[in-house]
């Protein structure tokens, strides 16, 4: 009994908040006196909201993408992930303050999971959790220090950004995890 | 079904290229590309398979092969044990069988298995408890898939569509298991022209036929405007059976040099499964030359081998999960207060 999708944020409101984040991330590390961040999104959702921050913010240096698929806590469940798209950190985080952006944040494991894969690339100054949407159901001891939007969901409800153009938010009514 | 797949048509085992899909192989590769920023990272592993325990049973010599597996084992964070087959129980009077028990019975989720006869790995695999996942490392005369993943992988880097390519094949193709499955796994992808190039005594009689490949007896004419040329190592023990007059005729006639390479395309590639016999069939200039992709191969074999690896073990995950667990019953009623309300 699937009903259809309906979009919950469209794309222009999706502009509004994200340019709302853009200001405060610059206040965010303005205000503690960080040097220039290294900004980095988490495929595929927060990559694409990571290349509208970054834009947005002007950051010198190029956009940095993870694929947690071979840090996820579930392998021994479900496996390998079938689409696993390579990644890539050009500018390595180490010493660096580092703006980790994804586009749904619920239960935290995929922070937790990409935290461990950019200490594997390097030990950065700090690590900012920015998300687009935090739809609360935390797992883990993770809060994001900057959040676009945010809305509780019973646990059985999906949210979904689809894009990359136009980047709407879609919530699925009973979709299972 | 195939046996190398599960009932979700994963990959359960991996022993031949036969009977796979162009979406498998494809995904293999996709897969891999993955693993190939892993050695990018200060600690070169991830911990996908952190736990498992994979056995190299290598009853053939190999090093590169051998090695290779292992590294992408340990880049999986999977523990290893390589087992020295000549030296160890089964040169006792220990049978195959009971090795692999014993080897079961430690609780080893992966038999990565190397043979000098053909069907070696789909007996193993055949006899394997179910938990256990077979890799083959290569059989007799038979197939040796990871290694024609990582050519198709290497070829996909420089020319990613696969479709027009010209691949010619050089060498003693008739006693091949890499010639086997780089031609089925090129066959698969689609590639079109396939041609398989040596002296007759060691091409298949019917390769025509029996491989769909277009055969030549002439290095020359072969490897006109061919994108791959891709050089078999010459086993030396040939020369004793008969199959050829020497080695310096061998080379005269079938070695890749300079000038026999610009009869190829321009942006040709030059490809070997190693260990190579400078001077036989390949000349050092080649070898050691721009148009050289044979060392990009051995890196790019580590990251095939972890997604094939970790692909089997992960869909043993599924298979072990597959009745249902307490895991798939949560999200329920009982834990909706931890919720935050609207």
């Known amino acids: 009994m699937t009903m259809a999708a309906a979009p919950w944020v469209d794309a222009s409101a999706l502009s509004e908040a994200m340019e709302t984040m853009a200001s405060q991330l610059r206040r965010h590390y303005a205000g503690q006196g960080m040097d220039t961040p290294l900004m980095v999104g988490i495929h595929t959702g927060g990559v694409w ?19 947690i698929a071979f840090y996820r806590d579930d392998f021994t469940r479900i496996g390998l ?15 660096r303050h580092v703006l980790l952006v994804d586009d749904v944040l619920y239960t935290g494991r995929t922070v937790r999971a990409a935290l461990n894969q950019i200490f594997d690339y390097a030990r950065p100054a700090s690590v900012c959790l920015v998300a687009l949407v935090d739809r609360g159901g935390r797992e883990l001891p993770i809060e994001p220090q900057i959040t676009g939007l945010r809305v509780d969901l019973p646990l059985h409800r999906h949210i979904k950004l689809t894009g ?10 009973d979709t299972p995890r | 079904m195939n046996s190398q797949l599960d009932a979700h048509g994963r990959l359960r085992h991996f022993l031949t290229i036969e009977g796979l899909s162009r979406e498998l192989l494809t995904d293999i590769l996709n897969t891999a590309e993955g693993f190939v920023t892993v050695a990018e990272q200060a600690v070169k592993k991830v911990p996908l398979c952190r736990g498992k325990t994979v056995a190299n049973l290598f009853f053939e010599t190999s090093t590169r092969t051998r090695t290779t597996f292992e590294l ?3 880049r999986l964070s999977a523990d290893v044990l390589n087992l020295n087959i000549g030296t160890s129980a089964t040169a006792k009077g220990e049978t195959l069988l009971d090795t692999l028990r014993n080897l079961e019975a430690m609780h080893c989720d992966m038999f990565v298995v190397r043979h000098t006869q053909s069907g070696a790995a789909h007996f193993i695999a055949a006899h394997a408890a179910p938990h256990v996942s077979v890799i ?49 796994a090129l066959q ?14 060691l091409l298949p009689a019917a390769a025509r036929e029996a491989l769909g490949v277009e055969v030549f007896y002439d290095l020359s004419q072969g490897i006109r405007d061919a994108d791959v040329v891709m050089m078999l190592r010459l086993q030396r023990e040939r020369m004793q059976g008969g199959f050829l007059p020497s080695e310096h005729e061998y080379f005269r006639l ?29 000349d050092s200039r ?3 030359g721009l148009q050289s992709v044979i060392l990009e191969q051995v890196t790019y074999g580590i990251a095939v081998r972890m997604a094939v690896m970790s692909m089997a073990l992960g869909a043993q995950n599924q298979r072990a999960r597959s009745g249902g667990t307490a895991e798939q019953q949560r999200g329920g009623g009982g834990w909706r207060w931890l919720n935050r309300s609207a």
């Open chain 2, 72 to 74: 992408a084992a340990k």
């Open chain 2, 188 to 201: 698969t992808l689609g590639v079109q022209r396939v041609r398989v190039i040596g002296p007759r005594t």
């Open chain 1, 49 to 67: 909201v990571a290349q509208r921050l970054h834009a947005l913010l002007q950051l010198p240096e190029p956009l940095g993408t993870l694929d």
């Open chain 1, 164 to 173: 990359p153009d136009p980047l709407v938010l879609v919530i699925h009514p």
């Open chain 2, 254 to 282: 079938f070695g890749l040099t300079e000038e026999r390479l610009r009869l190829a395309k321009p942006d040709a590639i030059v490809m070997h499964p190693g260990p190579i016999n400078r001077g036989v069939e390949i």
């Open chain 2, 136 to 184: 083959n490392a290569g059989d007799g005369r038979h197939a040796h898939p990871t290694q024609a993943m990582l050519d198709m992988f290497t070829i996909r880097r420089h020319k990613p569509d696969f479709a027009p390519l010209c691949v010619a094949i050089v060498g003693d193709v008739l006693h091949s298991r890499v010639a086997r499955s780089v031609i089925g």
């Open chain 2, 286 to 288: 080649v070898a050691d």
């Open chain 1, 81 to 95: 992930n079938p689409v696993v798209r390579p990644s890539s950190l050009p500018v390595s985080p180490e010493g």
